[in-house]
């Protein structure tokens, strides 16, 4: 039996609806164009039979219960992705309060408390990160802002005098060339404009481009024996986001001359060697199948582990999960740079043993974009830093102690 809705919308049993008014009664129909297999057919086309209507019918029918379904469910999906987001900011604010009232004012008896380190762990707020990034870094160099005013005008008088032909004066310092020099400022120009560009505040008409130019300008005058190397317009910009500019400049000298650091940006050939030794102590005690896997196509830790390290993770991984990371990072030292180097591989062990050599090293150069925070920092927690109980520092310093050992077994003889 066929129903009045059903006589009503394909003319039979009623009369037709003249043309016009057909076309009005649709153009307020507010369902999807799927409603036209509801449609008669054109007049020079014979008419739909009985069934084929029906079964029309309830095609759409189930395209419309089909869609409604998807509705809720993304209804359901957003009103989830609302509660955790408001529920996290709850987080972020009563941390925050907490940071501010309780633990900054008593930093030095307060940092190294199991409750800092719990909280320290969840994410600092935003709020006090920088501040929390600048205690934790220290300043052991003794910078003042006072100093980074000197160091940024002489940056800015050799960038005059590189920029006027012929002028070479005042331009070797420290057995640094005058080519070496203009290099490196070509390099820092070139890389400001590589600097997280989806953000478009770091390149040329950005509102932080001068800002980083100085920054990165200053630290080379600073520390012409390092001078700039790509990566570390990476690490400047993730400070100047989170300090003021002498600030930022202050810890941004201290954080490279910490030894992972110092040996990475001047290429200390022996000594990253030994902190790929101690990475793979770790990943082998962690991740066995994974380990033996690399070691089969001859993957060795620098193929990905030197973009990581140089940039902070702050180039392979989202902003906001970076800085996550910069906050353990600040609280535990090196160990954490490498032990988010085995989460990240731990967070991927699966897709990784099914990939040959070049697709694997595809994959850790450019990382997924959806990787997420909960995800990562779940596999860093399950990442155990210990070996035949041993941690990283004990592990670190075996290498350190067996490569001076070999050095002296091999040095040649002493003549009397």
């Not at 300043?139 to 003042?144: A, D, K, P, R, V």
């Not at 003021?244 to 000298?253: N, Y």
């Not at 990581?308 to 353990?328: G, H, M, N």
């Amino acid at each position: 039996m066929i129903s009045k809705e059903y006589e009503a919308r394909t003319g039979k049993g009623s009369k037709p609806l003249p043309q016009a008014t057909r076309r009005r009664h649709f153009e307020f129909e507010p369902l999807s164009t799927t409603a036209l297999i509801l449609e008669d057919r054109p007049s020079n086309l014979p008419a739909k039979s009985v069934e084929e209507a029906l079964r029309h019918r309830q095609e759409y029918d189930e395209m419309v219960a089909e869609a409604k379904k998807r509705e809720i469910k993304d209804a359901h999906r957003r009103k989830k992705i609302m509660k955790e987001r408001f529920k996290q900011e709850e987080n972020i604010a009563s941390a925050m309060v907490i940071w501010i009232n309780e633990i900054l004012p008593n930093w030095e008896s307060t940092r190294s408390t199991r409750r800092v380190r719990e909280l320290w762990w969840q994410g600092l707020p935003p709020s006090v990160r920088g501040k929390v990034w600048s205690l934790a870094v220290g300043n052991e160099l003794n910078i003042t802002p006072e100093l980074y005013e000197i160091f940024l005008s002489r940056a800015k008088e050799r960038w005059k005098s590189f920029g006027e032909a012929g002028t070479e004066n005042d331009t070797e310092d420290a057995g640094v060339s005058v080519a070496d020099r203009e290099a490196s400022l070509e390099l820092i120009k070139l890389d400001i404009s590589r600097t997280f560009p989806s953000l478009y505040i770091f390149q040329k008409g950005g509102p932080y481009h001068d800002l980083l130019h100085s920054v990165l300008g200053a630290y080379t005058c600073y520390r012409p024996d390092v001078g700039y190397v790509q990566g570390m317009s990476f690490i400047a910009a993730v400070l100047i986001l989170n300090l003021e500019e002498p600030d930022a400049f202050i810890a941004f000298a201290n954080l490279l001359n910490k030894p992972c650091q110092l040996a990475f940006f001047r290429v200390d050939h022996s000594m990253m060697l030994k902190y790929f030794a101690a990475f793979e102590v770790f990943f082998e005690e962690n991740l066995p199948k994974l380990f033996h896997h690399f070691k089969t196509y001859n993957l060795t830790p620098d193929i990905y582990l030197i973009d990581w390290i140089f940039t902070l993770y702050s180039k392979s991984l989202p902003l906001d999960l970076a800085c996550r990371v910069w906050d353990v990072f600040c609280r535990d030292g090196e160990e954490f740079l490498f032990r988010t180097g085995l989460g990240i591989l731990r967070l991927y062990e699966d897709i990784l043993l099914q990939m040959d050599f070049i697709h694997i090293a595809q994959f850790l150069t450019k990382l997924p974009e959806d990787i997420t925070s909960e995800k990562l920092f779940a596999c860093i927690a399950s990442i155990q830093m210990q070996n035949s109980n041993k941690k990283w520092a004990q592990v670190f310093a075996s290498l350190m102690k067996d490569s001076k050992e070999g050095d002296k077994n091999h040095s040649p003889a002493l003549k009397c």
